[in-house]
């Protein structure tokens, strides 16, 4: 019997797809064949190993002295002033 594999669309025997069974004890088999779902898997460890590395925690950046401010800004004064001003809209048309 032969099944068609929904990743590569070729037409495979049906033994080289994986096989399982439901809740009433009946084979069911899947719908990817053995090929394209280990290629699957080694591309999704290869993904969780980059996330992996990205994930690890720098020392330097968790130090508790990390992300002091320069000793010269502490002096510095920031006046901070907020000007407001309306947005014209000109009545009228302009022909």
Do not use: W
Request: aromatic share 8%; hydrophobic share 30%.
């Amino acid at each position: 019997m032969n099944k068609k594999c929904k990743q590569c669309q070729e037409t495979k025997d049906i033994y080289d797809f994986a096989r399982t069974r439901d809740n009433y004890d009946k084979i069911k088999y899947l719908t990817v064949c053995r090929a394209c779902k280990s290629l699957n898997m080694r591309a999704k460890r290869k993904v969780e190993k980059v996330i992996e590395v990205v994930l690890e925690q720098d020392p330097l950046e968790q130090a508790p002295d990390a992300f002091k401010d320069d000793p010269r800004a502490v002096n510095e004064i920031m006046y901070g002033k907020v000007t407001k001003r309306p947005t014209y809209l000109p009545s009228g048309s302009n022909d």
